[in-house]
């Protein structure tokens, strides 16, 4: 090669040129290689984030499937576990799930029954309304408690029909709506209740034949007990000069007598009474009904000096106005009667749920708390005759008719420091 000093200016000036040319060509080569390798790292980078990306939703993913996984697995276990039988169908009415309770309580295998429609659980008679009220429901789904609606029978395998009780709730899927019966069987229950029924019915007969007896004897008793009263006035009247003091004493003790078992058979019949005939409930203002007791207690309250304060806020209610006339009346009456000093009565009301709460508040003698029940029975007494007069069966009166128009009755009470006597009444009728 020839060196630049030897060249002429044209020859150097050519070769000046053709460096610049090999230079620029490879000026552009490396420019073209840079931009390659550019992109195929922008590529590597785009591909490893695309990777990342996917394995993150490969991760998500399953992470749902073992969720999905597990919650089916607790779906199954809670099913299985119910101590009610279950059946799953969807909304064509085909079974796609039972537990083992229902194949015990049905006994069909679960490979039988899978797919069939769930009408073959029921009796015959009930299969073509129970299309109809299916369909319906899968149209307006929402879950229906136990118990509700008209009595349900369930068919089993063999024939034989029982009766059930079922709740329905509505389960929404990708598929559509799945229905989920939980179904008990009550045939025990049913059983009981039967024998409840019927002895409830016996005991109601024997009830009414013992009410029937007490009226026909005490109406039979009246009239020998008039005979004996009236023969012993006769006596008294016609043979008065004959008799000495212990003759008239003891015909005195004959009437009076008669006269007490005269009250003993007029309560039995009030009782009898209200067995029989129940009450005849009308709307009653008791305001009224406290002013009617107090005017036909008159006597004995003023006999006695009472002082009786009726609160201003007794209530219009639903009741027997009889019955009520007479239970006020009583309480009143033994609030004043057992009471050794001045009488001080307080008849007041107050509302509490779906009740009226009335009372009666006296000063009396009080009552032992261990005898705050014993009192409610028939003919008890907890004072001598000679003390205190009554038959004893005033407050089992009471109880009746309270208890006979939705209420309840009982007192509060201690020796020496008056009593009161409560009982409720409904607000509205029935």
């Known amino acids: 090669m020839r060196s630049y000093d030897a060249m002429t200016k044209s020859e150097l000036i050519k070769a000046i040129r053709s460096l610049e040319k090999k ?27 695309r990777t990342a990306e996917l394995e993150t939703i490969n991760q998500a993913l399953r992470k749902e499937m073992t969720a999905r996984q597990r919650a089916e697995e607790q779906f199954r276990e809670m ?6 039988a279950i059946v799953i169908v969807n909304d064509q009415g085909r079974i796609l799930r039972v537990n083992s309770e229902m194949v015990k309580m049905f006994g069909y295998r679960r490979e039988e029954i899978l797919q069939q429609p769930v ?3 029921l009796p015959e008679r009930f299969r073509r309304g129970h299309i109809g009220h299916r369909e319906a429901y899968v149209m307006h789904p929402q879950t229906r408690p136990m118990g509700v609606g008209p009595d349900l029978f369930g068919l089993r395998k063999g024939g034989s029909e029982f009766p059930v009780e079922i709740r329905l709730s509505p389960m929404k899927t990708d598929e559509g709506i799945l229905v989920i019966s939980v179904i008990r069987d009550i045939t025990e229950r049913r059983a009981v209740e039967d024998s409840l029924r019927l002895q409830k019915k016996l005991l109601e007969e024997k009830v009414r034949e013992m009410d029937d007896f007490v009226h026909v004897v005490s109406h039979d008793l009246k009239e020998p007990l008039r005979g004996i009263d009236a023969y012993a006035g ?43 005939k129940g009450s005849t409930r009308a709307s009653v203002d008791l305001k009224k009904v406290v002013a009617d007791v107090q005017h036909d207690l008159d006597f004995a309250i003023q006999q006695k000096g009472a002082e009786i304060r009726v609160g201003s806020n007794l209530p219009t209610v639903y009741c027997d106005p009889t019955q ?35 009372s009666i508040k006296d000063n009396g003698i009080g009552i032992e708390s261990r005898y705050t029940e014993q009192i409610f029975g028939l003919f008890e007494r907890l004072h001598n005759q000679e003390d205190f007069e009554g038959t004893g069966a005033g407050l089992a009166i009471c109880k009746k008719m309270v208890e006979g128009n939705g209420g309840t009755i009982w007192v509060e009470s201690q020796p020496g420091e008056g009593s009161t006597f409560f009982f409720t009444l409904p607000k509205r009728e029935g």
């Open 234 to 276: 006769f006596i008294l009247e016609d043979y008065a000069d004959r008799l000495d003091d212990e003759g008239k004493r003891y015909l005195n003790a004959l009437r009076a007598s008669a006269l007490r078992m005269n009250y003993l058979i007029r309560d039995l019949l009030t009782l009898a009474s209200i067995s029989r």
């Open 79 to 84: 099913i299985e576990s119910a101590p009610d």
């Open 23 to 49: 230079q620029g060509k490879t000026a552009e080569q490396q420019k073209k290689a840079t931009r390659r390798k550019g992109t195929e790292e922008a590529f590597e980078v785009r591909v490893q984030e």
């Open 119 to 121: 009408e073959v659980l």
């Open 324 to 358: 009520i006339r007479e239970v006020f009346k009583n309480l009143l009456s033994n609030a004043i009667k057992f009471n050794d000093k001045t009488p001080s009565v307080e008849i007041s009301s107050r509302e509490e749920g779906d009740f009226h709460h009335l």
